[in-house]
C-alpha cells in the first residue's frame, strides 16, 4: 500500500526559489513563505519525448518554507511540513514502519536515493513493463489566514505503476498563538449537532434523501453511519470538508468535499479560536 502512494528519484537535480508573501497581519506579526521547487529525474527512459517509456523515475516537490515574527509558529509550520514531507518519502520507499523514527533521519536527498533504488530495482526485475514509469508530484500552498490561523494545504500524486496514479491532499489550521494545529476537538462545542449538521450538509451536496442508506448508495459508511472526514480547512466563508479518494467512497468518485458556512456553525464551534 505504501508504494501506491508515493515515489522518485535520483540527481538530476534543478532547484528554484521563489518567494510570495502571506497577508500581514499586524506591525508585530507577519507571515511570509518561501517557495523552493525541486526536480529530480532518473532512467534512460526519461528523456523520450513520446512519454511512452518504460524506465523513468520522476520527483517535482514544491515545498513551501515559513518566515516571520512569531518563533513559535513558524516552528510549528515548518517542522510540520519537514515531518510530513519526510514521511512521504519513508513511505514511497516502503522501509521497515519499525524503523521509521530512524528513517525520518534522513536527509530528503537520501531518501530519494532510497527511492531511486528501488525503482532500479523494480526495472531490472520487470525490464519491459509499462508500470516502470514511476512519478510522485508534491505540492504545498498556503490556502488561508487571518489574525488567528493560518491554513496550509500539502497535496501529493504519484504513480507507482498499478490501474492509475493515486493522490491526496492534506489541509493543516494552525493557531498562530501556539503554532500547534487545530483538529475538529479543538474546535466544537457539541458534537452531537455538529455531526447532524455536517451529515445534512454531505447528503445535500451529494443528493441524497434524508432516508436513504450511506452505505447502500456506495459510500463507505459501515453501517450507513456517516463519520468527519480527516480533513478540513477553515476558509473566510465558514468550514471546508474534505474526503480523500478511499476516505469515504470509491477511487471514482474523487474527493468529496462541500463547505458549511459560519452562520450556520456559530452555536456549534467556538469560533473566538479561528476569526
Known amino acids: ?39 529530480l529525474t532518473f532512467g534512460t527512459g526519461c528523456k523520450r519525448p513520446d512519454l511512452l517509456n518504460s524506465n523513468c523515475l520522476t520527483i517535482d516537490i514544491h515545498k513551501m518554507i515559513a518566515s516571520g515574527s512569531t518563533v513559535v509558529l513558524i516552528r510549528g509550520i515548518n517542522d510540520t511540513l519537514e515531518t510530513y514531507l519526510k514521511s512521504s518519502l519513508v513511505g ?59 491554513t496550509l494545504s500539502y497535496s501529493e500524486s ?10 491526496f491532499t492534506h489541509f493543516l489550521n494552525f493557531d498562530k498563538s501556539t503554532g500547534k494545529t487545530l483538529r475538529f476537538s479543538d474546535l466544537i462545542k457539541d458534537e452531537k449537532k455538529f455531526i447532524q449538521l455536517a451529515e445534512a450538509a454531505f447528503r445535500a451536496y451529494q443528493e441524497l434523501n434524508d432516508n436513504q442508506d450511506l452505505e447502500e448508495a ?17 476558509t473566510s466563508e465558514g468550514l471546508y470538508f ?23 456553525l456559530s452555536e456549534l464551534i467556538d469560533l473566538n479560536k479561528i476569526r
Open 92 to 150: 514511497i520507499a516502503a522501509m521497515d514502519p519499525d524503523q521509521f523514527d530512524n528513517y525520518v533521519l534522513f536527509s530528503e536527498d537520501s531518501l530519494c536515493q532510497l527511492i531511486a533504488t528501488a525503482h532500479e530495482e523494480q526495472v531490472k526485475e520487470f525490464p519491459d513493463a509499462l508500470s516502470n514509469n514511476w512519478s510522485i508530484d508534491i505540492y504545498m500552498d498556503a490556502v488561508f489566514t487571518n489574525e488567528k490561523v493560518a
Open 1 to 39: 500500500m505504501n508504494r501506491l502512494l508515493f515515489c522518485l528519484i535520483l540527481f538530476s537535480c534543478v532547484i528554484s526559489c521563489t518567494f510570495f508573501s502571506g497577508k500581514v497581519i499586524s506591525q508585530n506579526t507577519s507571515l511570509h513563505f518561501q517557495k523552493d521547487s525541486i526536480i
Open 158 to 167: 504519484t504513480y507507482l505503476g498499478g490501474a492509475h496514479p493515486n493522490y
Open 218 to 234: 456506495g459510500y463507505f459508511f459501515d453501517q450507513g453511519i456517516f463519520y468527519l472526514p480527516q480533513n478540513f480547512a477553515i
Open 242 to 264: 474534505y474526503y480523500n479518494p478511499y476516505e469515504a467512497g470509491a477511487y471514482a468518485l474523487g474527493p468529496l468535499e462541500y463547505t458549511i458556512p459560519f452562520s450556520e
